[in-house]
């Protein structure tokens, strides 16, 4: 019995990579019966024991525990959910501190994703290099706010090999999931730590980009280095499903002590009287463009 990844699904067909080859496995039936409850049983990220046949293809026989793992609701009119992507060890968000504009609106939802998801965070500010003074003083603001708050964060610039090399300590071998908009550097980042890479601008379907690549499966870049970069077509819409207005500021830090202290157990902290978040934040114990991304995620569930 061997040990493996799946790094890629096309259907029928599955590539495990076992770290010293990549088998073209198959799923017996019988997994199809045991998860009934999303439409694929065996997602691209599963770490899996195989046995290998005669002719060089390998035999699924045990689907691992997963650790953690991204949905999406299922499409093509299915129902359920699908995994995009399981056995993540972190997500990276990626902002351009400029060109194009840096959106904390975007880090702040993708770290509430994250906390749903229970899936590691790191903030990437990337770009350092077309800062002038007040840029960089901001990026260090934004720095001491995501790190008070617990999350990992770096910035970077190709330019800068020392920020590359901290970059690589950060990936290698994990399995990271890069999410941002178009532009901000991600393709860049990888060809530029790994000299196996040649990707072209938005090749990674974007690492996060709708409507493209809709019908494309996700997969796992194996890093020459160890580790692997999820390429998760659609990754975007692993959006803020099935948390109730009220549940939302359990998924910022933050406000879990704050809001013990609301009159109302199911408190929005948008217009309530007696809320803890409300008075935290006039205190200054909550930052303005946290609770102005709270109040706009808010918006978004109602
Ligand atoms: P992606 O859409 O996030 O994958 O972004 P790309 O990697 O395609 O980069 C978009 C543009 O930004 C390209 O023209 C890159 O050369 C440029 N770029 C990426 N990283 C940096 C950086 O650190 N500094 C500067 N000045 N430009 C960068």
């Not at 609701?73 to 997500?91: F, M, Y």
């Not at 020459?224 to 910022?252: H, K, Q, Y």
Request: proline share 4%; glycine share 8%.
């Amino acid at each position: 019995m061997q040990q493996g990844r799946v790094i890629q699904s096309t259907g029928s067909w599955y590539l495990v990579d076992t770290g010293d080859e990549i088998i073209e496995s198959r799923l017996p039936g019988r997994f199809r019966l045991e998860g009934k409850e999303v439409t694929n049983p065996l997602a691209v990220g599963d770490k899996v024991d195989l046995t290998i046949n005669d002719d060089g293809t390998g035999n699924i026989e045990k689907i691992h525990v997963r650790e953690n793992y991204i949905t999406r609701q299922a499409t093509h009119g299915k129902r359920g959910e699908q995994i995009l992507v399981s056995n993540l060890d972190q997500a990276c968000v990626v902002q351009s501190i400029k060109q194009p504009k840096l959106k904390e609106g975007f880090i702040d939802r993708f770290l509430v994703t994250c906390e749903a998801y229970e899936v590691h965070a790191v903030v990437i500010i990337n770009k350092l290099d077309l800062a002038k003074s007040g840029g960089k003083a901001f990026a260090e603001e934004l720095r001491e706010l995501y790190t008070s708050l617990g999350y990992a964060f770096l910035t970077t610039s190709i330019e800068d090999h020392q920020s590359l090399k901290k970059l690589k300590e950060l990936l290698t071998d994990k399995t990271t999931a890069f999410i941002g908009p178009s532009g901000v550097g991600k393709t860049s980042l990888i060809n530029a730590l790994d000299p196996n890479f040649d990707f072209k601008v938005n090749e990674i379907s974007d690492f996060s980009s709708k409507g493209k690549h809709t019908t494309t499966f996700a997969r796992l870049i194996p890093l020459s280095f160890g580790g692997f970069i999820a390429d998760t077509p659609g990754i975007r819409e692993f959006g803020l499903v099935n948390i109730e207005p009220w549940e939302l500021s359990l998924f910022f830090p933050e406000m879990l002590e704050p809001r013990e202290n609301c009159q109302f157990s199911n408190c929005t902290h948008e217009h309530e009287p007696k809320c803890g978040v409300a008075e935290a934040f006039e205190r200054g114990e909550i930052a303005a463009s946290r609770y102005n991304s709270y109040l706009n995620m808010l918006d978004s569930l109602k």
